[in-house]
């Protein structure tokens, strides 16, 4: 940021001359400079027919000083014209409007004149100035010798000079930065394409931001100007920094592929710019954002994922007219799900939630979104005969349970109820679904519950192991209903995550908080787990944990260097001590792993229709989980925290999952 500072200071060098002189000199300069302003912004709140008029009545009076010039220069004196001549200068303005209006001199804006508007200008110039020298024949014609030869030649000369010079100073001068915008450091545009010259248009039109020009990858483009501005290689940012205190860099690239995209903003992470851009082609299209709506880079941007577009049939056959049932649904997950559920017309959706607030807004947003009836219920999910009533009321067909606590230092430090909520709720979720006769449960599990080493994965283990339980119940009664899990990582901005914790953070000006630099996690985008969720419980047989392909692990250290970088600011250490936001080591919290897995054995994790979603079934029996359960309810009960972790953490050690083949 350090050129960025030294660009405006020699920017903003005009303005601190009155800091340097005093008295009468200070105050001089003040009054002209507010004169100024005050012109300038009077001149600019015009309406644009006002210019029009005024620039008209301008080059009126120019090319006819261009005419009296050019017979000055002819005579080397101050030329006296006779009536006859003065016919003649009046004549050049009245032959050379039209030319200037057909040609669009008076559809430009001044202040975004582009330099090859000069051509344009010179075209229009040379045509005002045949048509002027006809008028001159014909009065030659008619026997009146009053123009010279040379006169003509003269005009056209002097009358380029004057109409495209005072264009163009009046843009260098009169709609020069102001100071409020020097100070808010100049803009790139990358991408030159539709999309970026009316971002260009529209920011420019604001009048808040400069833009210095363009980036673009097309070297059909670099070196040319669109929209008035320059296109420059991609290459060329850091010196553009460097000359023009670059702050900012929009992407205006809507209809890009998610992997190009990935490799320009890991790109420009390096450099010490914000980088923001515009939404994809799809939502311009469906109308969620305007051209000129620019939104924050999101982070899974720079994970490397590359999505697979959702299985329309598998939704459909999830959701379409059929009532479903989501727990935890005012929750980051369960939220999601609801908006993907909501968008495919289901007969009833039922959102069932403990926490008042997150129920409110939840349900609100969605009866502005879709017909299908909407059903709040505000329980939570060890409240088991509220589940049945919910159950037996809206005959659910599908059930999602999203409830759960997650965050693993605090259900670390609330050990019975993490249990309790956790393990009791989902048993009394699973039992509840399997009696009311829903066709298709779908648990939402997680990859700590693999080899867990805290409370909170342990929780989710049992979960698991219920389901499989009810799974085999419903088998062998032959219901034909159908248990799953679907296990995944982390899902970027979701509520207690490291996402939004980092952002707060970056936003107070650090520091960053990190447990561990070695720590590393897999992520992946809501929307994208809420779509895999519900295509993998249209997958299930029955007793299946679904497995989310969830890409390559992230370094926890390197996620919250990106994050800093997005923002614009440079990362504070050794090698850069003058960094803006430095990165400190807390040390790892109780129950955290330095790396997580989604598989006990990543070899028997085997393929479904669905590229993104792998399926794997637990081995060994599970009608230990019965009595289990009761040894631990008891525990509980006797809110005895020891007994309660040595029987949470003795039962999951026995089963662990085998692949089958789909």
């Not at 060329?236 to 592929?257: D, H």
């Not at 979104?369 to 009533?389: F, N």
């Not at 790396?595 to 054995?601: I, R």
Request: aromatic content about 8%; proline content about 5%; some cysteine.
């Amino acid at each position: 940021m350090g050129a960025a500072k030294a660009f405006q200071g020699r920017a903003l060098a005009v303005f601190e001359i009155s800091k340097r002189d005093s008295g009468g000199a200070t105050f001089g300069f003040e009054f002209t400079l507010a004169l100024f302003e005050r012109f300038r912004s009077a001149l600019g709140a015009l309406p644009r027919s006002a210019k029009r008029v005024l620039l008209i009545g301008f080059d009126g009076l120019t090319l006819a000083a261009a005419v009296w010039v050019s017979y000055s220069l002819r005579f080397s004196a101050p030329f006296i014209p006779t009536p006859q001549q003065w016919l003649l200068i009046v004549a050049a303005p009245v032959v050379a409007v039209p030319v200037f209006i057909r040609l669009g001199l008076y559809r430009a804006v001044i202040r975004y004149l582009p330099e090859r508007a000069i051509w344009t200008m010179l075209q229009a110039m040379t045509l005002a100035a045949l048509a002027w020298v006809a008028v001159v024949f014909v009065t030659e014609m008619a026997g009146n010798g009053i123009v010279p030869r040379s006169v003509p030649f003269f005009y056209w000369m002097i009358g380029l000079l004057f109409i495209a010079g005072s264009r163009f100073a009046a843009k260098q001068f009169i709609w020069a930065p102001r100071e409020d915008q020097l100070k808010s450091g100049q803009i790139l545009i990358y991408g030159a394409g539709e999309a970026g010259s009316q971002l260009a248009v529209a920011l420019r039109s604001q009048g808040r931001r400069l833009i210095a020009g363009f980036l673009d990858d097309n070297p059909a483009l670099q070196g040319r100007d669109v929209a008035g501005l320059r296109v420059y290689a991609p290459d060329y940012l850091g010196q553009l920094i460097t000359n023009f205190g670059i702050q900012e860099v929009i992407l205006s690239m809507p209809s890009v592929s998610s992997a190009e995209r990935q490799r320009i903003v890991a790109t420009l992470t390096r450099y010490p710019v914000k980088i923001r851009t515009l939404p994809h082609i799809a939502d311009l299209l469906a109308g969620k954002y305007l051209v000129n709506q620019i939104r924050e880079i999101d982070i899974d941007e720079l994970l490397g994922r590359s999505s697979v577009p959702a299985d329309a049939e598998l939704l459909g056959e999830m959701i379409r007219g059929r009532s479903i049932l989501i727990t935890g649904a005012g929750g980051s997950i369960g939220s999601e799900l609801c908006r993907l559920v909501a968008r495919w017309s289901p007969e009833r959706l039922v959102l069932f939630e403990q926490n008042e607030f997150a129920l409110y807004n939840i349900h609100r947003e969605l009866a502005e979104q879709t017909d299908a009836p909407i059903v709040p219920v505000l329980a939570s999910v060890t409240d088991e005969p509220a589940l049945r009533r919910a159950l037996a009321a809206n005959a659910v067909d599908v059930l999602f349970h999203a409830a759960a606590h997650k965050h693993v230092p605090l259900v670390e430090a609330n050990a019975l109820e993490g249990m309790r909520n956790n393990v009791f709720g989902s048993l009394a979720v699973t039992r509840a679904a399997f009696e009311a006769g829903v066709q298709q449960f779908v648990l939402i599990s997680s990859d700590k519950a693999v080899r867990p080493t805290n409370v909170m994965g342990a929780t989710k283990r049992w979960a698991e192991l219920i389901m499989r339980h009810y799974a085999g119940l419903a088998e062998a009664a032959g219901t034909g209903q159908r248990f799953c899990a679907v296990r995944f990582g982390n899902v970027l901005g979701s509520n207690g995550s490291v996402v939004p914790l980092f952002r707060e953070q970056i936003a107070k000006g650090g520091p960053v908080t990190l447990t561990d630099p070695a720590m590393t996690r897999y992520f992946m985008s809501i929307h994208e787990a809420a779509e895999l969720i519900v295509q993998a419980g249209s997958l299930s047989n029955g007793g299946d944990v679904f497995l989310l392909e969830m890409g390559a692990p992230v370094r926890i250290a390197d996620l919250a260097r990106n994050m800093i970088q997005l923002a614009g600011h440079t990362v504070r250490d050794a090698d850069n001590p003058g960094g803006s936001i430095e990165i400190i080591e807390v040390g790892s919290r109780p129950g955290e792993k330095l790396f997580e897995e989604l598989f006990y054995d990543a070899t028997s994790a085997y393929p479904t229709r669905h590229p993104k979603i792998l399926r794997a079934i637990g081995r060994g029996s599970v009608q230990e989980v019965p009595e289990a359960l009761l040894t631990l309810e008891a525990a509980i009960k006797r809110q005895d925290e020891a007994a309660a972790r040595a029987q949470l953490f003795a039962v999951i050690t026995e089963s662990a999952p085998v692949a089958v083949l789909v």
